[in-house]
Nanobody, 124 residues
Framework: QVQLVESGGGLVQAGGSLRLSCAAS????????TGWFRQAPGKERDFVAG????????YYADSVKGRFTISRDNAKNTVTLQMNSLKPEDTAVYYC?????????????????WGQGTQVTVSS
């Protein structure tokens, strides 16, 4: 049974930092590209960041470039999202996801597995 479990969300003031982690089990993690998405109330689920299977390539939404960093540790089956200089508009539920193929990292429908999400709230 495949499981992706996010952790590290919480409440932080604007300008602060949070580090989200996603622990994967039940799959050959190094065979999967992974991504982070977020969804605010009443809005669609949006791409945040992605990383390929080896970790050699990363992808970011324009809104988070220079502030967020995605990384992965295939030995530990984890992917991490370091979020700095947080803004109130970063408030959302953040989801970790895994995909088989080498197609677009930006499209939610390309991902086969999803975590349950972790809430990030940034106060002004």
């Amino acid at each position: 049974q495949v499981q992706l479990v996010e952790s590290g969300g919480g409440l932080v003031q604007a300008g602060g930092s949070l580090r989200l982690s996603c622990a994967a089990s039940g799959l050959r993690f190094s065979f999967f590209g992974t991504g982070w998405f977020r969804q605010a109330p009443g809005k669609e689920r949006d791409f945040v960041a992605g990383i390929n299977r080896s970790g050699s390539n990363t992808y970011y939404a324009d809104s988070v470039k220079g502030r967020f960093t995605i990384s992965r540790d295939n030995a530990k089956n984890t992917v991490t999202l370091q979020m700095n200089s947080l803004k109130p508009e970063d408030t959302a539920v953040y989801y970790c996801a895994a995909k088989y193929s080498s197609t677009s990292y930006y499209t939610p429908t390309e991902y086969a597995y999803w975590g349950q999400g972790t809430q990030v709230t940034v106060s002004s």
